[in-house]
Every structure is written in C-alpha cells, then in structure tokens.
C-alpha cells in the first residue's frame, strides 16, 4: 500500500443530517408511497417537499402532529392542474429549535371527484382554508365541519369557481358583466 493509498478515517468529515433531511426520512420511511425530497433554496434554507397520495393525506398530517406537537400550519392554496386539483399546506416544525423545518405538502384529486380529507380535527387553522379552496377550485374536503362560503356571496352562481381554469371557472360572458347582479351603489344610492 502507497501512502497515497493510506485511509484516514480522522481525516474524513462525516456530515450529519440537517433536522430538514432527518424530517424527509422519518416521512419517507412511514409514508413510501408518498414522493418526499429536500430542497434547498437560494438562500440556503432547506424545505422538505411531499407529494403524498390523498388516501394518505390526513395520516401524513397527523404524522407531523406527531413528530412536533406545535406544528404550525401556515397556509393552504388550492390549484388548477389541468385534469386534477391541487392543495398546497406549508406548515413550519421544530421552530423551538431554529433554524425550523419547512414543510410544503401537496395532494391532489382528479376533478372528476375532487375529495379530499379534512384535517381540521388536526390543525383547526386549516379549515379556512379548505372553505377557501372548496369556494374557489371546488375541491370538497370531506368531514369538514363547516363547508359555508368565505369570501364569495350567497348569491354567487352554484357550480361556477373562480380560480378554475375550465369550463367551471368564471365565463367571459361573467368577466364582461362585472358586477352585475351585485349593484354599486353611490352615495347610498343605487
């Protein structure tokens, strides 16, 4: 052996896993049908990304309950994907012990049956976002507790979301009459 060949094991560096890439694994290990990966951003904060199947999605999120009690839930978005919709919860762990973990996790539904499980019972915070995305998509969170409109009115046509990028989202025809039915009224007056 040459000393070019000598291996010191002193000299090697071993690198311990960041609290994001021991995160990653505990959910990819109770989860493997789930797609997890960490991503590291230009600033060189990690996020760890799950893509989970929705027959999974409130056991994940029970999961990370799990793993931090005082998980907190940030943040739901809906999304038009084409043939299916999609919610995005950002939720940020361990943030006792900085730096935190981010954690985005993405389900989706085909729109042909846009359900959803509900995770209220877990994180409360996410029911307003759920009304949210069931108002907007019409993604249908199902169990949730109150399924009532948030920002859009009563009146609002049935059937007919937002944020839809079909042939259930708002119509040209809608976009042209903006406003009507719902009146501006000028100085108290219509």
Same mark, same amino acid.
């Given at each position: 052996?040459?000393?070019?060949?000598?291996?010191?094991?002193?000299?090697?560096?071993?690198?311990?896993?960041? #609290?994001?890439?021991?995160?990653?694994?505990?959910?990819?290990?109770?989860?493997?049908?789930?797609?997890?990966?960490?991503?590291?951003? #230009?600033?060189?904060? %990690?996020?760890?990304?799950?893509?989970?199947?929705?027959?999974?999605?409130?056991?994940?999120?029970?999961?990370?309950?799990?793993?931090?009690?005082?998980?907190?839930?940030?943040?739901?978005?809906? %999304?038009?994907?084409?043939?299916?919709?999609?919610?995005?919860?950002?939720?940020?762990?361990? !943030?006792?012990?900085?730096?935190?973990?981010?954690?985005?996790?993405?389900?989706?539904?085909?729109?042909?049956?846009?359900?959803?499980?509900?995770?209220?019972?877990?994180?409360?915070?996410?029911? %307003?976002?759920?009304?949210?995305?069931?108002?907007?998509?019409?993604?249908?969170?199902?169990?949730?507790?109150? #399924?009532?409109?948030?920002?859009?009115?009563?009146?609002?046509?049935?059937?007919? !979301?937002?944020?839809?990028?079909?042939? #259930?989202?708002?119509?040209?025809?809608?976009?042209?009459?903006?406003?009507?039915?719902?009146?501006?009224?000028?100085?108290?007056?219509?």
């Amino acid at each position: 052996m040459s000393a070019d060949e000598v291996h010191d094991p002193v000299a090697e560096e071993v690198k311990e896993p960041t #609290k994001a890439e021991e995160v990653a694994k505990k959910i990819a290990e109770r989860f493997p049908s789930a797609s997890v990966e960490v991503k590291t951003n #230009k600033w060189g904060r %990690q996020r760890v990304w799950v893509r989970v199947p929705r027959e999974d999605y409130k056991a994940l999120m029970g999961f990370i309950k799990e793993l931090d009690p005082e998980a907190h839930y940030s943040i739901g978005i809906e %999304q038009d994907w084409g043939e299916e919709l999609g919610f995005l919860a950002h939720l940020v762990i361990h !943030y006792r012990d900085a730096p935190a973990v981010s954690l985005i996790v993405d389900v989706h539904a085909p729109k042909d049956d846009p359900v959803i499980p509900d995770i209220s019972d877990i994180f409360p915070i996410a029911l %307003q976002f759920e009304r949210e995305g069931m108002e907007m998509v019409g993604l249908d969170f199902e169990g949730a507790p109150d #399924k009532r409109r948030l920002f859009l009115p009563e009146d609002f046509p049935e059937g007919i !979301y937002p944020l839809r990028l079909d042939d #259930k989202g708002i119509s040209e025809e809608m976009v042209k009459n903006a406003g009507h039915p719902y009146l501006i009224k000028k100085g108290g007056k219509e």
